[in-house]
């Protein structure tokens, strides 16, 4: 009985140094073709791009960066509802993400989806009040419910806090 746990034992520790090592090997993978994805966008080829990030969502599936980039993708194709479904499921994954949630309100905004733009906007403030994009994005908001005087407010506080904190 001793020999055969130590056998049980023995294989659980090889095979959670064959994951590790897997594991290392989808994660060195997803970053060359996350590099191919950005490289593909610059140069005007969004299909190569998002070719690149789906094979990386195949080999692992909860991969925040790559649902950023599909995200980014389609909203500069105007494809907000095809963004929207990328980034919800990147926020989901990676509920703390600043980036994924800006994004994500950035399309929400063109959508038309102002509080739930808002209720994400706010959360990246509560740990960064003056958050440029944040602000940016709050005046976006503000401009979207014809609040012309606070959103020119955000913008002059973005605008402040992205100069350094001087006058403007």
């Given at each position: 009985m001793v020999i055969l746990g130590c056998l049980c034992a023995g294989l659980l520790l090889w095979a959670s140094g064959a994951d590790a090592a897997g594991r290392q090997a989808v994660i060195q993978?997803?970053?060359?073709?996350?590099?191919?994805?950005?490289?593909?966008?610059?140069?005007?080829?969004?299909?190569?791009?998002?070719?690149?990030?789906d094979a990386i969502l195949v080999e692992d599936p909860a991969n925040p960066d790559a649902y950023y980039f599909i995200g980014l993708i389609k909203l500069s194709h105007a494809d907000t509802a095809g963004a929207e479904v990328a980034l919800v499921e990147g926020v989901r994954l990676a509920p703390l993400s600043r980036r994924l949630k800006l994004l994500l309100a950035r399309v929400w905004v063109e959508s038309g989806k102002t509080v739930e733009a808002d209720k994400l906007v706010t959360e990246v403030m509560v740990l960064r009040p003056l958050d440029v994009d944040a602000l940016y994005i709050k005046g976006l908001i503000a401009l979207a419910g014809s609040d012309t005087t606070a959103a020119v407010e955000f913008w002059d506080t973005a605008l402040n806090e992205e100069l350094g904190g001087g006058e403007l």
């Open positions: 993978r997803s970053r060359v073709l996350l590099v191919e994805a950005q490289d593909a966008f610059a140069a005007g080829q969004s299909d190569t791009a998002l070719a690149r990030l």
